[in-house]
């Protein structure tokens, strides 16, 4: 079935450490984006990306990286983690407008 | 770059009453307007959109309109029920943006049974 999946759903790690957040589609989209958001709270766009070798920084000052290799996958890095970047991390695709989101990821930093 | 407005940030109604959530936008080359829901612990999925050639769009309980002059469009949703407390999330975007949506900061709506 065609989705977009994200892993880990949950992850709880120390400050410092270096993080890879994965994001996979299987719908065919170009864009994809990666969002932060607080649970219940405004969508933060941190990086989008409109195709292979395409990445753009977001609205949101981010200290984290993306790539773009494959159309499918869209991996974020937290090269240095800190208990600031605790939140939900949502991925989302789209063919042209409508984005479709992942499950997301909680991050925890302590 | 664009700029969206969400109005109110929290709604409270009766089940069976009507709920309005009114967003506006500053880039008159917004042309696709869409809504998200997002229900705790779940993420954000669309529920409905429309395109700025269109004035009013409607799915059984949920509307929305635009008004392209003014640059507002709105969400209606009538009789409402206790499965509609969520999240609500309008955007906009463009054709000049390639398509990338700026959402407003979310609505909570709370349905009381």
């Known amino acids: 079935e065609a989705d977009i999946y994200q892993t880990p759903r949950y992850l709880v790690i120390g400050t410092g450490k270096k993080i890879t957040l994965e994001c996979s589609q299987t719908m065919g989209h170009d864009k994809m984006y990666w969002y932060q958001q607080d649970p219940g709270m405004e969508l933060h766009l941190i990086h989008y990306?409109?195709?292979?070798?395409?990445?753009e920084k977001g609205d949101l000052s981010s200290e984290s990286t993306v790539s773009r290799i494959r159309t499918e996958h869209f991996p974020l890095t937290l090269e240095s983690a800190r208990p600031s970047h605790t939140s939900q991390y949502l991925c989302?695709?789209?063919?042209?407008?409508?984005?479709?989101f992942g499950p997301g990821t909680r991050l925890t930093v302590t | 770059g664009e700029n969206v407005e969400q109005h109110p940030s929290t709604l409270s109604v009766q089940e069976g009453d009507s709920a309005v959530i009114k967003c506006t936008y500053s880039d008159s080359a917004s042309n696709y307007f869409p809504w998200y829901k997002q229900e705790l612990g779940k993420r954000p999925q669309l529920i409905i959109d429309i395109r700025s050639n269109v004035g009013e769009k409607k799915d059984q309980r949920i509307a929305v309109t635009l008004n392209k002059t003014a640059k507002h469009f709105s969400l209606h949703i009538t009789e409402t029920q206790p499965e509609d407390s969520a999240v609500y999330f309008c955007a906009a975007s463009s054709n000049t943006n390639a398509g990338k949506s700026t959402f407003g900061d979310g609505t909570t709506l709370t349905v009381k049974p």
């Open positions: 990306s409109y195709g292979v070798n395409s990445t």
């Open positions: 989302a695709s789209s063919r042209k407008y409508e984005q479709y």
